[in-house]
């Protein structure tokens, strides 16, 4: 019988895991390239759509490597953690403080009603119908939602974010979001290059965003734990192409290791599989593959709920 600790990586990572992301980026651009190449040669969707897929579950990881510079973590130098904090934020339509200020609520209050960054799955007053047009929204719209959300998060009254200064900055980038996207799509106006936009931007990103939904959703929805290995889904994969996976998404899978130790570089990770044991039967052990997470996600997404304070409340209709 296998258990956690049959997958543990006992060395020091290597300096491959340790650059997935630069590796990531890489593959991106080289994808993007072979895109441009095949629309300016008027090629057919047989050649288009794969790359396209590929180009999405790149932007996935690139969108994770956003999540890892909202830690401190994925440069050393802290300005140019920023500067790519920001870049990547900007072609995610996310304002970089935002989505940092937001987000450590997450870790501070994982699965609580103060999480707002599992609106509205984490208030039992919400009523099954609502819980589950905010899931399709959120999954089949993520590129659009997510914004959103975080929207919600910064302008609703009673915000959580207070302080002046870190308004300033959010309000200041979502400016420069607005300011940059408005170049963008006047060069392409002008240029009509709308074909080309398609294809290399819109299509993969819309993809990456309802990609991103579905890993986020496998990590949370559903659980009612009170720890943090009850409320969240950890994939632990067996195989190469799970390895693969997990190391083009910066380790995002090992996601209860991640709110255990938020501060630890992603590449770090694997080698503390053996916490994700369960002590308590509410904790579950990490799945072997996203493919059994997402079945066992799918069970849920019926009656979308999240955190213990849906053991304790009577469930709305």
């Known amino acids: 019988m296998q258990t956690t600790a049959n997958f543990i990586e006992p060395h020091e990572p290597h300096w491959v895991s340790r650059s997935a992301f630069q590796i990531v980026v890489v593959l991106l651009l080289v994808i993007e390239t072979a895109l441009a190449m095949v629309l300016n040669h008027g090629a057919s969707l047989w050649l288009v759509v794969p790359l396209v897929l590929l180009a999405s579950h790149l932007m996935h990881g690139a969108a994770v490597g956003f999540h890892e510079a909202t830690h401190g973590l994925l440069r050393r130098n802290r300005r140019l953690n920023e500067i790519d904090g920001i870049l990547l934020g900007v072609f995610s339509f996310m304002s970089f403080s935002l989505y940092r200020a937001a987000h450590q609520l997450h870790h501070m209050h994982l699965a609580s009603e103060r999480d707002e960054e599992l609106w509205p799955f ?55 979001i607005a300011v940059v996207w408005t170049v963008i799509l006047a060069a392409v106006a002008h240029w009509h290059a709308w074909r080309y936009f398609l294809w290399m931007y819109l299509a993969p990103a819309f993809l990456a965003g309802n990609l991103q939904s579905w890993r986020k959703y496998i990590e949370h929805v559903g659980l009612t734990g ?27 899978p090992y996601h209860g290791l991640h709110h255990l130790h938020a501060g630890v570089p992603h590449a770090e990770l694997p080698r503390l599989t053996t916490e994700l044991q369960p002590v308590k039967p509410e904790e579950r052990r990490p799945f072997p593959s996203y493919r059994h997470a997402l079945l066992d996600l799918l069970r849920n997404l019926a009656d979308p709920r999240v955190g213990a304070q849906w053991l304790a409340s009577p469930v709305p209709p």
């Open 122 to 176: 984490i208030h039992p007053d919400t009523s099954r119908w609502a819980r589950i047009l905010a899931a399709v929204l959120e999954l089949a719209f993520g590129l659009v939602f997510l914004p959103c959300l975080f929207l919600r998060i910064f302008l609703r009254t009673g915000s959580p974010i207070r302080s002046k200064k870190v308004r300033r900055r959010i309000w200041a980038e979502l400016a420069l």
């Open 226 to 252: 009170s720890t943090v290995n009850g409320s969240t889904r950890s994939i632990v994969a067996q195989g190469w192409l799970g390895r693969l996976v997990s190391f083009t998404l910066l380790h995002e």
